[in-house]
Nanobody, 124 residues
Framework: VQLQASGGGLVQAGGSLRLSCTSS????????VGWFRRAPGKEREFVAA????????AYRDSAKDRFTISRDNAKNTVYLQMNSLNLEDTAVYYC??????????????????WGQGTKVTVSS
């Protein structure tokens, strides 16, 4: 399963971005998908995850009221809508597909396939 993350860019604090994670794999719609990020000089951290049907979602605490993860299985795409961005959101964002359909785990070890990352820079 190959994943392609896109949608990153430069945005002012308070602005919004929508990241997309796409795959050409026919089975992508059967996988739970997560978003992770790595800020400069920091460890990779969980951002959000969604089950294969989109009925189960999980977020890191700092993202709960600002980010929304969703998916369109007809388009083999998972989205991360990010609103009210702040400087601490600056990072490279990665999408990852889990082995199974249900997991919305925050553990990176639960995800087998990873995309190449898209960079998000929030400026003041």
């Amino acid at each position: 399963v190959q994943l392609q993350a896109s949608g990153g860019g430069l945005v002012q604090a308070g602005g919004s971005l929508r990241l997309s994670c796409t795959s050409s794999a026919r089975t992508f719609s059967n996988n739970a998908v997560g978003w992770f990020r790595r800020a400069p000089g920091k460890e990779r951290e969980f951002v959000a995850a969604v089950s294969w049907k989109g009925d189960r979602r999980a977020y890191r605490d700092s993202a709960k009221d600002r980010f929304t993860i969703s998916r369109d299985n007809a388009k083999n795409t998972v989205y991360l809508q990010m609103n009210s961005l702040n400087l601490e959101d600056t990072a490279v964002y990665y999408c990852a597909a889990a082995m199974g359909p249900y997991s919305t785990s925050s553990s990176a070890g639960s995800y087998r396939y990873w995309g190449q990352g898209t960079k998000v820079t929030v400026s003041s």
